[in-house]
Nanobody
């Protein structure tokens, strides 16, 4: 059963923008923080941005000022607006939802930034 569905990845030139979206199934109860992670081949998955149910945000230093995370608690969605993209932002991006008991992960969406 797919519980986090991502959309919005793709290919963009350096300096361009993309918006990622993630919709959580209503079968997931008690979501606290939602976040976006990314991973490149051979590297560990890293936190890109996170947002609590109250709207507090946290960003990786490498994306501060360029990426903006937002969420809609009614629709149970989280989005990541990515501006001024750089080739080093190329990765598979994963949506994450944290509850008291566990983390849920999306299937990942590829973002490729060409130079």
């Amino acid at each position: 059963q797919v519980q986090l569905v991502e959309s919005g990845g793709g290919l963009v030139q350096a300096g361009g923008s993309l918006r990622l979206s993630c919709a959580a199934s209503r079968t997931i109860r008690g979501i606290n923080a939602m976040a976006w992670y990314r991973q490149t081949p051979g590297a560990q998955r890293e936190l890109v941005a996170a947002i609590t149910s109250g709207g507090s945000t946290n960003y990786a230093d490498s994306v501060k000022g360029r990426f903006t995370i937002s969420r809609d608690n009614t629709k149970i969605t989280v989005s990541l607006q990515m501006n001024s993209l750089k080739p080093e932002d190329t990765a598979v991006y994963y949506c994450n939802a944290e509850t008291y008991y566990r983390h849920y992960w999306g299937q990942g969406t590829q973002v490729t930034v060409s130079s």
